[in-house]
Nanobody, 121 residues
Framework: QVQLVESGGGLVQPGGSLRLSCETS????????MGWYRQPPGQQRELVVR???????NYAGSVKGRCTIARDNAKNMVYLQMNSLRPEGTSVYYC???????????????WGQGSQVTVPP
């Protein structure tokens, strides 16, 4: 029943690093592209990065060069390594799985419950 579970969030000083983890399943990884999204306070959810089952990545311009997504199929894990964190990175971060070849939508998207990342000024 539990398919996407995030962990690793917390309080990080500006310039620091943090790695978020997303636990999933082999069946999910075989049939879904994966990604990370975030929702800052008072704002809408936005893309951080996506990675296809073939390893193709798509980073948001605001995080490119500072964030790296990785899949570990042997451990059924997806990671988001964040470096050079800034206060603008304060947000709830969500792990996402989307059926391969599908456009976004409730029928094809799976979401974790989110993990809070806070970067003070």
């Amino acid at each position: 029943q539990v398919q996407l579970v995030e962990s690793g969030g917390g309080l990080v000083q500006p310039g620091g690093s943090l790695r978020l983890s997303c636990e999933t399943s082999g069946s999910i990884l075989r049939s879904h592209d994966m990604g990370w999204y975030r929702q800052p306070p008072g704002q809408q959810r936005e893309l951080v990065v996506r990675i296809t089952s073939g390893g193709i990545t798509n980073y948001a311009g605001s995080v490119k060069g500072r964030c790296t997504i990785a899949r570990d199929n042997a451990k059924n894990m997806v990671y988001l390594q964040m470096n050079s964190l800034r206060p603008e990175g304060t947000s709830v971060y969500y792990c996402n799985g989307r059926l391969i070849g599908k456009v976004e939508g409730a029928a094809v998207d799976r979401w974790g419950q989110g993990s809070q990342v806070t970067v003070p000024p």
